[in-house]
């Protein structure tokens, strides 16, 4: 490992990532979080070590931290509270790269001294994630009248750190098989999981799809996407208005009313996304959401977007519309559609599968508790488990594009589970699902 390079703490080298997650006891970073999450003791100590690990890391191995401090199911129960408590730093407080080396990042994606770019710039980060960190600025009055901002910027050197874990298989399959993909077509979704994490890195590209989310959203009052600073973003630096609210964490804790209004915003921006912009973000950690009041939420982040086709999404809607009505037969068929599924063994099974997903929507109104997000992360182990037994002629291959409505449907009930409330979810989805 004498070749081993970083740049501001960030591990960039394959050899010296794959190094680092050993010291998880691991042999590759396909379980670099769960892989210790076994024994008798409460999993705090090896829950603190992989937050230490992971969050140098950064990266893909940070995000797998990060599904693990708030997906239920990936942890056992009885270690899922240190493991949440642990790891919920990587999810804004992971560690930061220096100020000195995020002022060279702004100014060499801007062009201009940073004095010239900001009135005001703050050394101090106010949140840091897997990807980037963001600080606190302030612009000149000649560019929309001096308001503060927010600036995120990429960790130096996290492209290429980034890279080597793309490069690296074990992680690449483990996030796969978090996601529900093993046995199904790997490399097809692996191309996908490359493709989207890449994407990541495009902060133009994340600008682009932060404004089209803002334009579907127009005129909600309850769902606010923070306007951009075209002027000072570019590939790795984007600037929007800066925003305050609650955190999750303070949101979980307010009175009913306020949690069943934030439940309603959440459940409206996702499938709002999904069945009318035809995008989602499949990226629901709680760090990327501030809460305000009367159920206003503002979203964060838009680096994970799956774009879904038209066709897809003409499906999608079906079986949305199915499941409003309590079709059980009319869902049925709609799931087929939608899967590209073979008559056979599996088709039961992803059918069974979908139909426990779309519960809250038969069921409504309904509470989604933890121990249902969670059943819905061991759903699909067994659902890959049965297709491992199956004969290839029975076997059909997930959508790629549907990869990543696995790691939404994970997150984002569990993220309504923390919320803890009764809602009509159908009511929601009956006033902005259009009319084929």
């Given at each position: 490992m004498a070749d081993e390079k970083k740049i501001e703490?960030?591990?960039?080298?394959?050899l010296g990532r794959m190094a680092r997650l050993a010291a998880l006891g691991l042999k590759t970073g396909?379980?670099?979080?769960?892989?210790?999450?076994?024994?008798?003791?409460?999993?705090?100590?090896?829950?603190?070590?992989?937050?230490?690990?992971?969050?140098?890391?950064?990266?893909?191995?940070?995000k797998v931290g990060q599904m693990a401090s708030y997906v239920d199911g990936l942890v056992p129960e009885s270690k899922r509270d240190a493991f949440e408590a642990s790891l919920r730093v990587l999810r804004a407080q992971a560690p930061r790269s220096s100020a000195a080396a995020v002022k060279r990042v702004v100014e060499d994606e801007l062009g201009a001294p940073l004095?010239?770019?900001?009135?005001?710039?703050d050394d101090e980060p106010i949140?840091?994630?897997?990807?980037?960190?963001v600080h606190r600025a302030r612009l000149h009055d000649d560019v929309m009248g001096g308001v503060e901002v927010a600036v995120k910027v990429q960790h130096p050197g996290i492209r290429k750190a980034v890279e080597s874990d793309l490069a690296n298989a074990g992680i690449l399959e483990g996030m796969g098989a978090m996601l529900g993909s093993r046995r199904f077509d790997?490399?097809?979704h692996l191309a996908i999981i490359r493709e989207r994490f890449r994407e990541e890195l495009d902060y133009a590209l994340e600008a682009e799809r932060l404004s089209a989310f803002r334009r579907l959203h127009e005129g909600d009052p309850t769902i606010r996407v923070p306007a951009l600073v075209a002027e000072r973003s570019a590939a790795s630096v984007i600037t929007t208005e800066l925003v305050r609210g609650r955190s999750f964490e303070e949101a979980a804790e307010a009175d009913e009313a306020s949690r069943r209004a934030w439940a309603e915003t959440l459940w409206r921006f996702v499938f709002k996304g999904n069945l009318v912009g035809g995008m989602f973000n499949a990226d629901p950690h709680p760090g990327n959401y501030l809460f305000d009041d009367e159920g206003r939420i503002t979203f964060l982040d838009y680096g994970c977007i799956q774009v879904i086709p038209e066709k897809k999404r003409g499906y999608a809607r079906a079986l949305h519309r199915a499941a409003l009505v309590r079709d059980e037969d009319d869902f049925a068929e709609r799931v087929s559609l939608l899967l590209d599924a073979k008559p056979g063994a599996l088709e039961v099974e992803a059918r069974a599968y979908s139909r426990l997903c779309f519960e809250p929507l038969f069921a409504s109104p309904y509470r989604i508790t933890r121990g249902y997000a969670a059943s819905l992360v061991g759903a699909m182990k067994t659902l890959a488990m049965a297709?491992?037994?199956?004969?290839?002629d029975e076997i059909f291959t997930m959508p790629a594009e549907m990869l990543f409505m696995n790691r939404l449907q994970f997150g984002f009930y569990s993220v309504l589970a923390r919320l803890d409330v009764e809602v009509d979810y159908a009511a929601v989805e009956r006033a902005f699902l259009p009319d084929d």
């Open positions: 703490g960030v591990p960039k080298g394959r396909a379980g670099a979080v769960l892989a210790r999450a076994t024994g008798n003791d409460d999993g705090k100590a090896v829950a603190d070590q992989a937050a230490e690990v992971l969050g140098n890391l950064r990266g893909l191995a940070a004095d010239r770019l900001f009135a005001s710039f949140a840091s994630a897997s990807i980037g960190q790997s490399k097809a297709a491992r037994k199956l004969p290839d």
